[in-house]
C-alpha cells in the first residue's frame, strides 16, 4: 500500500521523529511511503514527494518538519473535492495525518463523511487535544520557557523588577501552568482560572512586603484583559494572531502602573516551538510514529494515538477533537501554593 503523511498547523518539536517512525515501520511492512507537503495544501494541490530511507535519515534531533507544514482547512477553502481526487490519482491506500486540532479536526470530519482512510497523530506544543494524557511537542516548549524563567530570576533580582512573561497557548495555559511552577513563578495568569489583574497585583505587593523586592509573572497568551479588543486577521480555522494582542505588555503596563514597581514584560514566541525536541518528547513522538503505522497496517481508519499513563492506545479521531482539554483546577491550586 502507499501510504501518505502530512504535518499541518504550527510546527512542533518532534514532527520529524514521528514521520521517521511512521516510514521506518512501514516500509518494514512493504509499504511505500509518500510525505505530502505543506499540511491539507499538499492534498489540496498535488504536492508529493518521496519519503525513503534517504530523506529521513538525520531527523531524530531535527526541529520544525522536512514535510513544511501550513493552515490550510479544505472545507474553508471549499476544495475538499479536490483533496479527495489528489489522494486517489496518487494511488494512496492510507494518510498519517500529524496535527492539532484543526489538522486533525479536518481529518476526523473526511472520515466520517467520506470514510477517508485517515490516522492522527496528536501535535501541539499547548497540549490542548483531549483523550490524550500529552501531546509531543509540549516538553519542549515547557523545557524552553523554564529555562527562561530561570534566567530571568537572576536579571529581575539584579534589578528589584517585577518581569512579565509571556509564554503560548493559544485557548489554555498548560505552557503558562507547567513552566511556571518548574521555574517557581510568582503569579500565573491563564484563561481556563482567570485571576484579576488586582489579585495579581496583591499578590506582587504582599510578595515584596515580606522582603522580596523582584517577582516574576508569567501570563499565558491567551489571557483576556478586560478591554482588550481583538483586532488581528483570523486564520482559516477562525483564529486570532494572540501574539499580536500583546497581552504580556498590557500586563506589564498595568502591574508597573497600579503597584509602582518598575516591570518589564518578555515574550518568549515562536523560540518556544523551534529548535531541538527534548529526549521526552523524541520518544514520545517516536511511539506515536509507530503507533500510527500499525494502525494503518491493521486498517484501523479514524483513529488517533494517544497517551494514557505510560502505554500508547488509540482512540476515536472524532473524540479526540470534540473538545479541548484545558488546565483542571487541581492542577492550577499547584501553581496558586506559589502564589505571592
Ligand atoms: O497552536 C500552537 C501555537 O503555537 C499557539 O500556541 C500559538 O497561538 C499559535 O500556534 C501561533 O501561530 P502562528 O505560528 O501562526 O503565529
Redesign the pocket.
Known amino acids: 500500500m502507499k501510504v501518505g503523511v502530512l504535518t499541518g498547523?504550527?510546527d512542533c518539536p518532534g514532527l520529524n521523529a514521528v514521520i521517521r517512525a511512521v516510514a521506518r515501520r512501514s516500509a518494514e511492512r512493504g509499504h511505500e511511503v509518500v510525505g505530502i507537503r505543506e499540511g491539507w495544501l499538499g492534498l489540496v494541490e498535488a504536492m508529493f514527494e518521496p519519503l525513503g530511507p534517504r530523506e529521513i535519515s538525520g531527523l531524530l534531533p531535527r526541529g520544525g518538519t522536512i514535510l513544511g507544514t501550513s493552515?490550510t482547512n479544505p472545507y474553508k477553502l471549499g476544495t475538499v473535492d479536490a483533496v479527495l481526487r489528489n489522494f486517489e490519482g496518487e494511488g494512496l491506500g492510507a494518510l498519517v495525518a500529524v496535527g492539532?486540532e484543526d489538522t486533525l479536526g479536518v481529518a476526523a470530519r473526511l472520515h466520517a463523511e467520506h470514510g477517508f482512510p485517515v490516522v492522527g497523530v496528536p501535535k501541539?506544543?499547548?497540549n490542548d487535544l483531549s483523550a490524550t494524557d500529552y501531546t509531543f511537542g509540549f516538553d519542549t516548549a515547557v523545557f524552553i520557557c523554564t529555562e527562561a524563567i530561570d534566567r530571568l530570576h537572576t536579571t529581575a533580582e539584579s534589578h528589584n523588577r517585577v518581569m512579565v512573561v509571556e509564554v503560548?497557548?493559544?485557548h489554555t495555559g498548560w505552557i503558562a501552568v507547567m513552566s511556571g511552577i518548574a521555574g517557581g513563578a510568582d503569579v500565573i495568569l491563564i484563561p481556563e482560572h482567570p485571576i484579576s489583574v488586582e489579585e495579581a497585583c496583591d499578590d506582587i505587593r504582599r510578595r515584596h512586603e515580606r522582603g522580596k523586592d523582584f517577582s516574576i509573572v508569567v501570563v499565558s497568551?491567551g489571557y483576556e484583559l478586560e478591554g482588550m479588543a481583538d483586532e488581528s486577521e483570523v486564520?482559516q480555522f477562525g483564529h486570532v494572531?494572540?501574539?499580536e494582542r500583546g497581552v504580556g505588555a498590557r500586563l506589564a503596563g498595568e502591574i508597573g502602573a497600579r503597584t509602582g514597581y518598575e516591570t518589564r514584560v518578555t515574550v518568549l514566541g515562536?523560540v518556544?516551538?523551534g529548535g531541538s525536541p527534548t529526549p521526552r518528547d523524541r520518544v514520545l513522538a517516536t511511539r506515536y510514529g509507530l503507533k500510527a503505522a500499525d494502525l494503518v497496517h491493521e486498517g484501523r481508519f479514524g483513529r488517533m494515538a494517544a497517551l494514557h499513563g505510560d502505554a500508547i492506545v488509540d482512540v476515536s479521531l472524532e473524540e479526540a477533537t470534540r473538545e479541548l482539554k484545558t488546565v483542571p483546577e487541581d492542577w492550577y491550586e499547584v501553581a496558586k501554593a506559589f502564589f505571592g
Open positions: 498547523g504550527g493552515r492539532g501541539t506544543i499547548d503560548m497557548g493559544r497568551e486564520d494572531r494572540l501574539s515562536h518556544q516551538r
